[in-house]
């Protein structure tokens, strides 16, 4: 504000002693601009956040839901085809899970069993969150390939997610893995096929092309999709809090790990369904 004063009188200074000159001119240009920007309502004020979840992200998610729903089936179905992979041919967990992890798991040891005792939580969350970030822009990105590219994200984490938990329970720790992801694990997979699905919608905009051009109507998928990927960031936050925090911990019982997992669930349904702020009647 008090640049814009400043700039306020000196304008006034310059069309008392410089009447028509360029640097008036110059000067009111200036003082236009910075007048334009004081008085503009802040870009992520309180409003523009709640339309965000009220509107732009519940049709985003909406826009994309039914195509959600088939790339869940396929990350299942690639889960279910890597668990009969590893369970008929065990050899082959080599190709999902490096030598340090099949070592552990054959001695009786999670990869997961160390994580609270020798990392901090507030390290491992970070760590995590911007693990799960670069899945979940790899899936959207891996559109740009015509949606082949976010096809074979998703079914290339189902073969590892169905391949680990076949490996766990042949040496009977398939229990002690599921009681690992059971806080995060729900979210996290939901936030890898809402970006997958986002990633097919941005494939289908470029073959299917529902603008003159392809270029355009690549950028009004994007802009259209956009408030869904800051809904998977924040989902992912959160996931990466819990897996920090909550997965690694032994002292938490299933039934809480449970209880959390369907909680956060609910409450990214919630947020997609625009039911998290409603509006007042």
């Known amino acids: 504000m008090e640049t814009y004063r400043a700039l306020a009188r000196d304008l006034a200074s ?80 080599g190709l999902i899970a490096s030598e340090k992890m099949i070592d552990g798991v054959e001695h009786g040891h999670l990869w997961t069993d160390q994580l609270f005792n020798v990392v901090p939580s507030s390290v491992l969350s970070a760590r995590i969150f911007s693990n799960n970030v670069v899945v979940t822009a790899g899936a959207f990105c891996a559109g ?53 699905a986002a990633g097919t919608a941005l494939g289908e905009s470029l073959i299917r092309p529902t603008a003159p051009t392809r270029a355009e109507s690549f950028r009004r998928c994007v802009a259209r999709l956009g408030p869904l990927l800051v809904a998977c960031a924040l989902l992912l936050l959160g996931s990466g809090l819990i897996e920090g925090f909550i997965s690694p911990d032994p002292r938490i019982s299933i039934p809480v790990r449970l209880a959390v997992g369907l909680a956060y669930w609910a409450l990214m349904l919630l947020m997609l369904s625009g039911r998290l702020f409603p509006r007042r009647r």
């Open 144 to 196: 740009l390939f015509f949606g082949l590219g976010t096809l074979y994200v998703i079914t290339l984490n189902g073969l590892m997610l169905g391949g680990l938990l076949a490996f766990a329970h042949q040496h009977g720790l398939g229990l002690a893995l599921l009681r690992f992801i059971l806080a995060h694990g729900p979210v996290e997979l939901s936030v890898i096929c809402l970006a997958g």
């Open 14 to 93: 310059a069309r008392e002693l410089l009447p028509g000159n360029v640097a008036t001119a110059a000067l009111e240009s200036a003082y236009t601009t910075l007048h334009t920007a004081v008085g503009r309502s802040p870009r992520f004020g309180r409003a523009r956040l709640l339309a965000l979840f009220r509107d732009d992200i519940p049709a985003a998610a909406a826009s994309v839901r039914t195509t959600t729903l088939w790339i869940a089936l396929l990350l299942a179905a690639s889960a279910l085809a890597g668990w009969w992979l590893i369970a008929t041919y065990p050899e082959l967990v």
